[in-house]
T-cell receptor, first 114, second 110 residues
Framework: DTGVSQDPRHKITKRGQNVTFRCDPI?????LYWYRQTLGQGPEFLTY????????KSRLLSDRFSAERPKGSFSTLEIQRTEQGDSAMYLC????????????FGPGTRLTVT | RKEVEQDPGPFNVPEGATVAFNCTYS??????FFWYRQDCRKEPKLLMS???SGNEDGRFTAQLNRASQYISLLIRDSKLSDSATYLC???????????FGTGTSLTVIP
């Protein structure tokens, strides 16, 4: 257990529905990342926060995806109007920042869109 | 061109064998390098950072060749518990964005 938690662990939803995932990073970490991983692939970067500021967002990220980290602690990732292609594992990772770049991952939320 | 390329394997090796994985990256300005391990249906976990001078952690040795833009991981005296997918990770020039390879699958056979 790395200390990063994610909720829910599994989510099954119908196409067109909205879903929201939560990530609680390690408390002293100021950087938080969201990734998506599909079978046979490595994690794909979605977005990154430094404290409450969203500093980078993947060019591949659809406008249906939005993320927040309102108080610089937990973060949420929302997917609107889900599509079957959104089915994946959504991973959150936190990092101390500064010159320490190692990331610590949560257990992930597995999304299945039917 | 992908930022990070890895041979997906699979590598099937007997216990006690030595196995090496390589990974190439496209951005010569990449700042930091890591190897992560991912067990089936689990999250990736940091195995080791990779430093310019090379570094060792027990049976694991990581090397970085900036001129040729590749990273390697050597596992000596393989154990059954080493069976996993090994992910090569490279950051961008700022160290803020991480790029993961597709992973190399290792199975250590009794």
């Amino acid at each position: 257990d790395t200390g990063v938690s994610q909720d829910p662990r599994h989510k099954i939803t119908k196409r067109g529905q909205n879903v929201t995932f939560r990530c609680d990073p390690i408390s002293e970490h100021n950087r938080l990342y969201w990734y998506r991983q599909t079978l046979g692939q490595g994690p794909e970067f979605l977005t990154y926060f430094q404290n409450e500021a969203q500093l980078e967002k993947s060019r591949l990220l659809s406008d249906r995806f939005s993320a927040e980290r309102p108080k610089g602690s937990f973060s949420t990732l929302e997917i609107q109007r889900t599509e079957q292609g959104d089915s994946a594992m959504y991973l959150c990772a936190s990092s101390p920042g500064g010159h320490l770049y190692e990331q610590y991952f949560g257990p992930g939320t597995r999304l299945t869109v039917t | 061109r992908k930022e990070v390329e890895q041979d997906p394997g699979p590598f099937n090796v007997p216990e006690g064998a030595t196995v090496a994985f390589n990974c190439t990256y496209s951005n010569s300005a990449s700042q930091s390098f890591f190897w992560y391990r991912q067990d089936c249906r689990k999250e990736p976990k940091l195995l080791m950072s990779v430093y310019s001078s090379g570094n060792e952690d027990g049976r694991f040795t990581a090397q970085l060749n900036r001129a040729s833009q590749y990273i390697s991981l050597l596992i000596r005296d393989s154990k059954l518990s080493d069976s996993a997918t090994y992910l090569c990770v490279v950051t961008d020039s700022t160290g803020n964005q991480f790029y993961f390879g597709t992973g190399t699958s290792l199975t250590v056979i009794p």
